[in-house]
């Protein structure tokens, strides 16, 4: 997978004059770089937070998350680009945002928020090739840039940076599940998280009934036949990754919430 460094990422911005930063409405305080919005305020770039993909989340939230960006300082939008709910009044925004016509816009943000499917409704037809999981054939890895019409043009990027680390964070940023060294970690974590917000999903989705993570990878991989042939024992670092893969197919659905996040975060 490619991504994008931060001297390309700084000339793109240059280029650009509306930055739309997108975000996964299920975690949009883990989805978002605050390097990112820095740069841009710096380069004296307008920034428009985009919220993807908040057909998975109850709208409440998504008005929630919105206020709280507002009141940041930052204009936002929340969206389907999936179901195509809010694309009209994203593309509205984004003329609206400056006086200058035509707008050149660049989308950023980590992989798998929703960046190409964005170009494609806005597009209007399938321009911008999509996969739903980091490293998979239609992930983008190329920029481009898209007409979108006589008065608004986009440049696409392949994502704003590495998920660095090996922890939950890396992951629900996009870090592609074959990248990891020990996938087991980060998924252990991430499932403590479903056990305390919404523990029923694990049986609704894998039908497993252990409330501990490592019987939960334990039993996915049994159920599975992921066995090592020697020791008999199941291969939880394949399930580990099957749960990886979920979360980027939206199978899992928990959430952030402005006042009670998933995880809780430095700013960066």
């Avoid at 394949?238 to 919430?257: G, H």
Wanted: with cysteine.
């Amino acid at each position: 997978m490619k991504y994008v460094g931060w001297s390309v990422l700084r000339r793109i911005i240059g280029r650009a004059d509306v930055v739309l930063e997108v975000v996964d409405a299920r975690i949009p305080d883990i989805t978002r770089s605050r390097k990112v919005e820095k740069l841009v305020e710096n380069l004296g770039k307008k920034l428009i937070i985009v919220i993807n993909k908040c057909d998975l989340i109850p709208k409440h939230v998504a008005e929630a998350w919105k206020r709280k960006f507002m009141e940041q300082g930052y204009l936002t939008v929340f969206i389907s680009a999936r179901e195509r709910l809010g694309t009209r009044i994203l593309r509205s925004t984004v003329k609206k945002s400056i006086p200058k016509k035509p707008v050149i816009a660049a989308i950023v943000g980590y992989p798998k928020v929703g960046k190409s499917t964005i170009i494609n409704i806005l597009k209007g037809k399938h321009a911008a090739s999509t996969s739903p999981i980091p490293g998979s054939p239609g992930y983008t890895t190329h920029i481009r840039t898209y007409r979108i019409d006589r008065n608004l043009y986009i440049i696409d990027t392949p994502g704003v940076l590495p998920p660095l680390g090996e922890d939950v964070t890396a992951f629900l940023r996009g870090k592609d599940p074959e990248a990891f060294k020990d996938p087991v970690k980060p998924v252990v974590e991430f499932l403590e998280i479903i056990l305390n917000r919404k523990p029923e999903i694990i049986k609704e989705i894998y039908s497993v009934e252990a409330r501990n993570p490592y019987k939960i990878l334990e039993e996915i991989a049994l159920k599975r036949k992921w066995i090592y042939r020697k020791t008999g024992e199941p291969v939880i670092e394949e399930a580990a990754k099957l749960v990886m893969r979920d979360w980027f197919k939206e199978k899992i659905i928990v959430y952030s919430t402005p006042e009670n996040p998933l995880i809780k975060l430095e700013k960066k």
